[in-house]
């Protein structure tokens, strides 16, 4: 179980004013964690530019734990 969802922030993510849903999955790949950001288009969320990432888009080990665990915004 990956835990996704186990945070969520609504937020406009990309600076063009439309709040985007990003979801975090805290324990994907085994405890390691990921963040998905699904971008809006302005009339809801578009299946076009979702983004995910873990630690190592940030220079931080995979070994990191529990990335996405809190999402502050």
């Keep these: 179980m ?3 969802g ?3 922030l609504l937020k406009d993510v990309t ?3 439309k709040a985007d849903y990003t979801v975090s999955a805290t ?3 085994e405890g390691v964690g990921a963040v998905t950001a ?3 288009d302005g009339t ?3 299946p076009d530019g979702d983004r995910g990432f873990g630690p ?3 220079d931080r080990p ?3 734990g529990a990335f996405g665990a809190n999402l502050i915004g």
């Design 2 to 4: 990956d835990y996704f």
């Design 6 to 8: 186990s945070d969520v």
């Design 15 to 17: 600076g063009d004013g």
């Design 27 to 29: 324990f994907e790949g």
């Design 38 to 40: 699904m971008l809006s």
């Design 44 to 46: 809801g969320i578009s």
């Design 56 to 58: 190592t888009a940030f």
């Design 62 to 64: 995979a070994t990191y």
